[in-house]
T-cell receptor, first 110, second 115 residues
Framework: GQQVMQIPQYQHVQEGEDFTTYCNSS?????IQWYKQRPGGHPVFLIQ?????EVKKQKRLTFQFGEAKKNSSLHITATQTTDVGTYFC??????????FGTGTRLTVIP | DTGVSQDPRHKITKRGQNVTFRCDPI?????LYWYRQTLGQGPEFLTY????????KSRLLSDRFSAERPKGSFSTLEIQRTEQGDSAMYLC?????????????FGQGTRLTVV
């Protein structure tokens, strides 16, 4: 079955440092989405990537979709305490359902 | 509030009892997903509907789990003969499936505790 793995599982950074999480799929994806889940909250959509090699930016967040459409990354520049939470990638193969990755839990130390 | 709503927010049940959860999606959304999430894990796919049709169900899902979306609007998830391992947060999400460029909106979830 389809599997989506993320590394690292946990990341502690000092406020102001950069952060990157990586997502790898066992199958080629039609698109990939990224979600953020705050402690005690539910996943909230951040962005969707569709094209091979696509790069999208949202302020300090940079999202990238691999050329083979099997991997993706999220990079946060100069982390802030408001960035705390768990970041999930979610991949879709074809028109099927959305499979979530294992998540990376980010802690920002002030 | 026009977001995805789930009811109840919390449910405590004894092992062996049946439970049913309800999800009301965003009104114009035609896709509805059920996920299960345990502490420290990502949402685990259970099943999804497009309108009233159940298009896919996880092969890992026990036969004790069943879901319906009879009129293509709200959905129910039933767990029969609950076990302690069923304790988790059950998340519902909905999306408007017009093409593949769509985001899923999640509800607050139903936290199930089986004692």
């Amino acid at each position: 079955g389809q599997q989506v793995m993320q590394i690292p599982q946990y990341q502690h950074v000092q406020e102001g440092e950069d952060f990157t999480t990586y997502c790898n799929s066992s199958t080629t994806l039609s698109n990939i989405q990224w979600y953020k889940q705050r402690p005690g909250g539910h996943p909230v959509f951040l962005i969707q990537l569709v094209k091979s090699g696509e790069v999208k930016k949202q302020k300090r967040l940079t999202f990238q979709f691999g050329e083979a459409k099997k991997n993706s990354s999220l990079h946060i520049t100069a982390t802030q305490t408001t960035d705390v939470g768990t970041y999930f990638c979610a991949g879709r193969a074809g028109a099927n359902n959305l499979f979530f990755g294992t998540g990376t839990r980010l802690t920002v130390i002030p | 509030d026009t977001g995805v709503s789930q009811d109840p927010r919390h449910k405590i049940t004894k092992r062996g009892q049946n439970v049913t959860f309800r999800c009301d999606p965003i009104s114009e959304h035609n896709r509805l997903y059920w996920y299960r999430q345990t502490l420290g894990q990502g949402p685990e796919f259970l099943t999804y509907f497009q309108n009233e049709a159940q298009l896919e169900k996880s092969r890992l899902l026990s036969d004790r789990f069943s879901a319906e979306r009879p009129k293509g609007s709200f959905s129910t998830l039933e767990i029969q003969r609950t076990e302690q391992g069923d304790s988790a947060m059950y998340l519902c999400a909905s999306s408007l499936w017009e093409n593949m460029n769509t985001e899923a909106f999640f509800g607050q979830g139903t936290r199930l505790t089986v004692v």
